[in-house]
């Protein structure tokens, strides 16, 4: 299966010799290249996929198909160290292949409706689908040749065609997508509201779920809850909410400090593997061959390393606070004089989370467990003994300098929806619009009798 989809998904390869129009045989080039392009648009041809009122050819798919191809076999070199298999080429292409069915049932729909596209509509799609086409065919001109010019130019239009990327395939992309996007509106308009039930059904659901995705993944629960899009109905134990002044110093001084701090922390490590080390000296799974002597004696070196290092931090993090003392001042002045918190940040922080909703109300989630936040913030937030409190002295971290305030505690649990009604609301309106309107699209699709032959996509022509 890979050997024979080798043209498609490594076409660079494929295509080099045809491309630099070298040969061992002298053959007129564009002769060579209408006859390759007769032959590639017949192969295109092929019906993959057949449906009620029409068919999808390998032709429509192979752009969407390499597309995915080619993120897929980055995602899997990058963090697998491998290669994509005969069965995943496979699935991709049925996806796409779904997705184009898919397509094509809502696009009946549109049809149905009566919803079309404005001349301006239109003409903005033509706009876009040449600008992306003139910039994809220049790509490919720059890298072909010809024994001529106008040789060159048919291997560059035979390049962009062996990838699916036509005018008349962006320009579809274009259209298809307006469309589509006026189908889905109309159809989620259809589900105007909720009712009680309905809210209090869709919110127990959410409540499970949640419960479970965020008991186990806290950092995504704090990453959640600065997203203004998203409500979540349960609240893991042991978190309080804190809001922050970032002062930045400037970058070489930060930088100084950072690095002094990595490297405090690189020693620890190095100073933990030598204790364990030292303390399986004689097991049977040990593969130290040092003596007992050997390891302490590296281990008290460390210790003084240590020592040092943390010496360095300190004051690499003391640079930073003075690189910044004098509007560090201004804001402890303004602060102990009893301006709210909120004015001060407003005026004087750096963090653009902070200035943004939500967090910019509610302030970041942070509990002992957390590891979103830079560890020196985190403790120093979570030593704040009450609501209100503020640090009394500057926190450094890798971001800057910060003055942090205890916001507010979080009941742990899940939510009272009479408590939190009109707010979760409208993010319910919308799950249960997309709900309805995916649920439509599946049942129009199911409606076309899909016939999938995707065997002619991978065959050699």
Request: with cysteine.
């Amino acid at each position: 299966m890979t050997k024979r989809f080798a043209k498609l998904a490594c076409l660079f390869t494929a295509l080099a010799l045809m491309l630099t129009g070298c040969s061992l045989i002298k053959v007129d080039p564009i002769m060579q290249a209408d006859e390759d392009m007769e032959a590639l648009q017949k192969d295109y041809a092929q019906t993959i996929v057949t449906y009620d009122g029409g068919v999808i050819t390998k032709g429509d798919i192979v752009a969407d198909y390499l597309y995915n191809y080619s993120y897929l076999s980055y995602m899997y070199s990058i963090y697998y160290g491998t290669s994509v298999d005969d069965s995943q080429l496979e699935s991709i292409a049925q996806s796409v292949a779904q997705s184009y069915v898919r397509t094509h049932a809502v696009l009946k729909k549109a049809d149905e409706l009566g919803i079309t596209l404005t001349e301006d509509e239109i003409a903005e799609c033509e706009q876009s689908a040449q600008t992306s086409y003139d910039d994809a065919y220049q790509n490919a001109y720059d890298k072909t040749t010809g024994e001529t010019e106008e040789a060159h130019v048919k291997n560059a239009e035979y390049y962009l065609a062996s990838q699916g990327t036509t005018y008349d395939y962006y320009y579809k992309q274009q259209t298809w997508s307006k469309l589509l996007d006026k189908v889905e509106q109309q159809v989620k308009a259809e589900k105007s509201e909720l009712s009680d039930e309905e809210l209090a059904t869709m919110f127990a659901a959410q409540t499970q779920e949640d419960e479970k995705t965020y008991s186990e993944d806290t950092a995504s629960f704090e990453q959640n809850m600065t997203k203004s899009d998203t409500f979540i109905t349960y609240m893991p134990e042991g978190y309080r909410t804190v809001k922050h002044i970032l002062v930045k110093p400037a970058d070489d001084v930060l930088q100084a400090a950072t690095d002094a701090r990595d490297a405090y922390k690189t020693a620890n490590s190095e100073l933990a593997t030598l204790n364990n080390e030292l303390a399986n000296l004689g097991a049977e799974d040990s593969t130290s061959t040092r003596t007992e002597e050997e390891v302490q004696a590296d281990i008290d070196a460390k210790k003084a390393e240590i020592e040092e290092k943390k010496a360095d931090m300190e004051a690499k993090e003391a640079a930073c606070v003075a690189d910044v003392q004098d509007k560090l001042d201004e804001i402890y002045a303004k602060l102990d004089a009893g301006e709210n918190f909120d004015d001060v940040m407003a005026e004087y922080g750096e963090d653009p989370g902070m200035q943004e909703e939500p967090a910019k109300t509610r302030g970041y989630y942070v509990s002992m467990a957390s590891t979103t936040w830079d560890t020196n913030f985190r403790n120093a937030a979570m030593a704040l003994e009450k609501v209100g409190d503020y640090s009394a002295e500057p926190v450094v971290s890798s971001s800057g300098v910060h003055i942090i305030y205890y916001n507010s505690d979080v009941t742990p649990g899940a939510l009272n929806l009479d408590d939190v009604k009109d707010e979760y609301y409208p993010f319910a309106l919308e799950q249960a619009q997309t709900d309805y309107f995916e649920s439509q699209a599946d049942a129009w699709t199911e409606a076309l009798n899909p016939q999938y032959d995707l065997s002619k996509f991978f065959a050699e022509n």
